[in-house]
């Protein structure tokens, strides 16, 4: 955390302070997610060329999921890796542009929050707060709930509902569908790497 | 020959001395016959010859038939001149070195000219010696530690099995040699685990039996019995009836978890198999694409060797008749209240649950307060109360014991407050846990005080694991004798107010239990109507 700049730092150490005097636990090892881009080369008739993320999550260790730009995304096995440098000629690494989170996790009795700090070019760029209400699978039926929750530690910085619930006609989260949680904080990042100041983002 | 000799010399002579045409035609039907007789005799010579080589055809055929028999149900294959089988689980998945070849031999030692015995059979097989006999995995919980000097000398011996009927002998002789190695690849596993393992107290392994230690002063012991069939008659004969602590279900445990790892071991190197993918569990290779989490995915990976399983299995096992002896010698020793264990009938191996109902007998619908459910583990029993409350009790006979104790006593008091809501007396107050008095050594005393219908009378009663119960009456002050009618309080009032307790000598009530004793108290005191 040595490059964390010091009002980040405090705020993250605000934030633990918060949780950890609303009574909620902290959780054995921390938890990370990062992202890389891949352009795509061969762009046939002109099409502006997609961007495609791979990104790994600590929770799924085994899996990695690709999620193209606005479009299709697959979950695969660790290998997918190993197959983007064999896809070297279509798909080119964008040098940093990789962004990781790492943090801490908490649990509160059914909820389950991972506070972390997302840093690009190894440079601290925003904070990250992902909020997890296990019994739920509707999103819409806890998301009151949720927000009070967050409101308890994060005060007036509660998001809205994600727009990747929104736009599902069913409204399902399903805990295996770890889409869902990725194209969130894909979300993230992208919003913080156009942001130049640092500053806290909320997602769910 | 000889016989056409003598004749031909015969004729030959009277040829030449006596010429005679009667002579000449005895001779002449003498050659005939001689003829006759020889074609008879090569006939007879030829049918002899071809009944054997029917005999031997037969035998052969039998043979065969039987080597096709045999084929149909173990693997064979020739090598030169010989016929080797192989009756090891290696096709099964089992890992185990030993080489499980026999051999299939021709059984020839016949006599031809005497009758076939009935259990003949032509083929006959040639099993390695060491997997002779019969074997067996013997598991049992003892209670102290044995003799160190009779370590690893276990030698029991179970009849043999009888043989299924209409069982050729060699498929009866190698099912017991493949049993045999069988019982030999679980103690080998078990004995290579229990040396990795690094438990607190360690485990040992002499000879043939390991020694583990489930619980302090308990000891579980797993020994490989195996006997080749000569020896049994002179072994068994010394052995004196000893009362059999095998535990079967461990065993047939122990060789079911053996299949289920041969079964593992198959399906992780099964083909056909993804070419980027891992070798491993099938289940596993699911896990990235499907994005396991990590708990999913340690749910998968269960890396539990044999023995520890069987370790937590006899563990179970010993806690669950544990606490069936317990509760059983408490119902038997205390008849008042009644104590009723409902054991369910569906078990898991590491768990397995008793309801435990303390009444009072006659007034089973009125006094249920206390149902327990006990849910016995691995090394601990949780109670679970009907109100939802959990006690966990540790494997301590003890605490079970005192625990059931405090509850027998809780159930009194809670059977007198049922009673007086039937009976229309009022509670004037309750407590399981009473904080005054004589300190109990087992849980707390817990007292009851309930007033009669009209408020004259009052029973207050007090009941504790250990010292018993204590009944005593409040009378109205208007009965009371010792107190004298003050010159102070003269308002007739006061002699409203309930006067002195006194004691009631329980033992010399009458009545058949507790609940009854207190109904009767309790109507005495019931003014009638």
Redesign the interface.
């Known amino acids: 955390m040595g490059r964390v700049p010091g009002a980040l730092q405090q705020t993250v150490d605000l934030l633990h302070k918060k949780l950890e005097q609303l009574g909620a636990l902290k959780q054995q090892g921390n938890f990370s997610v990062d992202c890389e881009t891949y352009h795509a080369t061969a762009t046939a008739s002109g099409q502006p060329s997609k961007l495609l993320y791979v990104m790994h999550n600590s929770e799924t260790p085994l899996s990695c999921m690709a999620l193209f730009e606005g479009g299709p995304c697959l979950v695969a096995d660790a290998n997918f890796d190993v197959l983007m440098i064999k896809l070297k000629s279509h798909f080119q690494n964008a040098k940093g542009h990789k962004v990781e989170c790492r943090g801490w996790k908490y649990r509160y009795s059914d909820f389950s929050i991972k506070v972390g700090t997302v840093t690009m070019n190894s440079s601290a760029r925003g904070i990250s707060a992902e909020v997890e209400y296990c019994p739920c699978v509707v999103p819409g039926d806890c998301w009151n709930l949720m927000k009070e929750f967050m409101q308890s530690f994060l005060g007036s910085n509660v998001p809205e509902l994600p727009s990747v619930f929104t736009v599902k006609p069913e409204g399902l989260f399903a805990p295996s569908d770890c889409i869902d949680t990725m194209t969130q904080y894909l979300e993230l990042f992208n919003k913080l790497r156009k942001l130049q100041m640092p500053g806290s983002n909320i997602r769910v | 020959q000889p016989l056409k000799y003598k004749y031909d010399s015969i004729y030959k002579w009277t040829w030449t001395y006596n010429r005679s045409p009667q002579v000449l035609q005895l001779i002449s039907k003498k050659r005939s016959l001689s003829t006759a007789a020889a074609v008879l005799l090569r006939g007879a010579e030829k049918l002899s010859k071809s009944v054997a080589e029917n005999m031997e055809n037969r035998r052969q055929r039998d043979f065969n038939s039987e080597l096709l028999r045999l084929r149909s149900q173990w693997k064979l294959r020739k090598v030169g001149d010989k016929i080797l089988g192989d009756l090891s689980y290696r096709s099964a998945g089992s890992l185990f070195p030993h080489h499980g070849t026999f051999e299939v031999i021709k059984n020839t030692d016949i006599d031809l000219d005497k009758k076939v015995p009935e259990d003949y059979c032509p083929l006959n097989v040639q099993i390695p010696s060491d997997l002779e006999g019969s074997a067996y995995i013997k598991v049992s919980i003892q209670k102290q530690a044995p003799d160190i000097g009779d370590l690893g000398t276990i030698s029991l011996f179970r009849r043999q099995p009888k043989s299924k009927a209409g069982a050729q002998p060699w498929h009866v002789k190698l099912e017991a040699a493949q049993n045999v190695l069988l019982c030999k690849e679980i103690f080998a596993q078990l004995s290579r685990e229990a040396v990795q393992i690094k438990s607190q107290i360690p485990h040992i392994v002499v000879k043939n039996q390991i020694i583990s230690q489930p619980f302090p002063g308990l000891q579980l012991s797993i020994s490989l019995c195996h006997s080749s069939g000569e020896k049994k008659s002179q072994r068994a004969a010394p052995e004196k009836p000893k009362a059999d602590d095998h535990l079967y279900v461990l065993e047939h445990n122990l060789h079911q978890m053996i299949r289920e790892f041969h079964k593992q071991q198959l399906s992780s190197v099964l083909m056909p198999h993804p070419a ?2 891992p070798f491993g569990h099938k289940r ?2 699911l ?8 708990a999913q ?1 340690s749910s998968v990976q269960q890396g539990q060797g044999l023995l520890e399983k069987i370790i937590k299995q006899a563990k179970h096992i010993f806690l669950r008749s544990r606490t069936a002896r317990t509760i059983d010698s408490l119902a038997s020793r205390i008849e008042d209240p009644q104590i009723q264990a409902h054991w369910s009938n569906i078990n898991d191996v590491y768990e397995s649950s008793v309801k435990v109902l303390i009444t009072s007998q006659g007034y089973e619908q009125i006094c249920k307060s206390i149902q327990l459910q006990l849910n016995i583990g691995v090394e601990q029993i949780r109670v679970v109360h009907r109100d939802g409350r959990v006690v966990t009790l540790s494997h301590q006979e003890q605490e079970l014991q005192d625990f059931l104790l405090s509850q027998m006593s809780q159930h009194q008091v809670h059977a007198v407050q049922q009673l007086a809501k039937v009976m229309g007396w009022h509670v004037l107050s309750f407590s399981n846990h009473v904080g005054l008095g004589s300190i109990e050594s087992v849980g707390n005393a817990s007292a009851v005080t309930v007033a009669s219908p009209n408020g004259d009378y009052a029973i207050s009663v007090r009941n504790g694991p250990e010292s018993g119960c204590k009944v005593l009456v409040q009378f109205p002050r208007n009965q009371s004798k010792e107190l004298q009618k003050g010159d102070v309080v003269l308002d007739s009032k006061w002699s409203h107010l309930r006067g002195p307790y006194r004691e009631v000598h329980w033992s010399k009530m009458e009545g058949r239990n507790f609940v009854y004793k207190m109904e009767l108290l309790m109507a005495a005191l019931t003014p009638a109507p």
């Not at chain 2, 896990?287 to 990590?294: D, E, F, M, R, V």
């Open positions: 980027t993918a596993l290779r896990a990235g694409p499907q994005a396991y989490t990590k995915i």
